[in-house]
């Protein structure tokens, strides 16, 4: 078989296969904060905030990712199990209700719901 003037091959196959199947990073759009003074303007509900302890990390936000993935970060207390902690843009709403299960600062997990309708809910925690 021709090969194409110049041509140089020195991957493995395996390296090429492990090359495609590695997770691509890609870049943030920008994260958007979550609170009435941000630009979306997007609230919290009811008692939510952003955690006021010092814990180095980052307040409750999202960003839409170039491959259309909605990405949410932050640490807020304030609420109770059952309750909306905030609701995103109707631009970036989920197809289907998606649950996650969050760490806790103290210890043990949370179970988040975002729903078809927007909202992130506080389903549990144990």
Do not use: H
Request: net charge negative.
């Amino acid at each position: 078989m021709a090969r194409s003037p110049g041509f140089k091959n020195t991957t493995s196959t395996a390296e090429l296969i492990a090359e495609l199947r590695k997770p691509k990073v890609l870049p943030e759009t920008g994260w958007w904060n979550v609170g009435e003074d941000e630009p979306y303007e997007i609230p919290f509900e009811g008692d939510w905030g952003n955690s006021n302890e010092d814990f180095n990390l980052p307040p409750a936000s999202w960003y839409l990712s170039e491959d259309g993935e909605v990405r949410l970060r932050g640490v807020v207390d304030g609420g109770n199990e059952g309750d909306t902690i905030f609701v995103l843009p109707e631009e970036v709403i989920p197809e289907y209700n998606q649950r996650f299960a969050c760490s806790l600062i103290g210890g043990g997990t949370a179970n988040i719901l975002v729903n078809i309708n927007g909202e992130v809910i506080l389903e549990s925690y144990n």
